[in-house]
């Protein structure tokens, strides 16, 4: 079964842009989760989709946001980019609901983001 | 903000277990205990969870105390490719990363 896959790898843009990823999750599941991670703060997660609805969020600014797709595929997108948006962001997925108990979530390589 | 302790590096010696601290003091009675490890720039890579048995899988053994306020990562025979941060999550909906254990093994 093919992981998660994220695109694109590495992406370069400038303060004020906006920037969309992509993130096509296993096979079979419903549940998507983005986190954040830079070097200051650590892994934080940004929010989970689950049936093409948002069911819990983070602590992000409105800049952040997302969406799922009826195939379960998802993309964030970040608005008006800042220098501190610079980080890995990372996609999740996992089989079961969100906002039940947590399942076990598989992720993905990853999105290296840098703002100039 | 993360719910669990663990100690911030800790070193192994390819071919010895390498044993793993958590402690969860305020862990709830539905939560499961996780663990994580990610090696650099990679995405977290899943080891094994538990709610209240220990449990064991091809990776790793987890043991969880009585009380469930902490818990260990066993991994049998560290390789050099064990390299990596180790995180121990206590899950509800979201997965809470606190700054993990860095176990380097050495040759």
């Known amino acids: 079964k093919a992981g998660v896959t994220q695109t694109p790898r590495y992406l370069i843009k400038t303060r004020g842009q906006q920037v969309t990823l992509s993130c096509s999750p296993i096979s079979g599941h419903r549940s998507v989760s983005w986190y954040q991670q830079t070097p200051g703060q650590g892994l934080q997660f940004l929010f989970e989709y689950f049936s093409e609805t948002q069911r819990n969020k983070g602590n992000f600014p409105g800049r952040f946001s997302g969406r799922q797709f009826s195939n379960s595929r998802s993309e964030m997108n970040v608005s008006t980019l800042e220098l501190g948006d610079s980080a890995l962001y990372l996609c999740?997925?996992?089989?079961?609901?969100?906002?039940?108990?947590?399942?076990?979530?598989?992720f993905g390589p990853g999105t290296r983001l840098t703002v100039l | 903000d993360a719910k669990t302790t663990q100690p911030p590096s800790m070193d192994c010696a390819e071919g010895r277990a390498a044993n793993l601290p958590c402690n969860h003091s305020?862990?709830?009675?539905?939560?499961?205990v996780y663990w994580y490890r990610q090696i650099h720039s990679q995405g977290p890579q899943y080891i094994i969870h538990?709610?209240?048995n220990n449990e064991t899988n091809e990776m790793a053994s987890l043991i969880i105390t009585e009380d469930r306020k902490s818990s260990t990562l066993i991994l049998p025979h560290a390789t050099l490719r064990d390299t990596a941060v180790y995180y121990c999550?206590?899950?509800?909906?979201?997965?809470?990363f606190g700054a993990g254990t860095t176990v380097t093994v050495r040759a």
């Open positions: 999740a997925s996992s089989g079961l609901a969100g906002g039940m108990i947590a399942d076990t979530q598989y």
């Open positions: 305020t862990i709830s009675g539905n939560e499961y």
């Open positions: 999550i206590v899950s509800d909906y979201k997965l809470s």
């Open positions: 538990g709610l209240k």
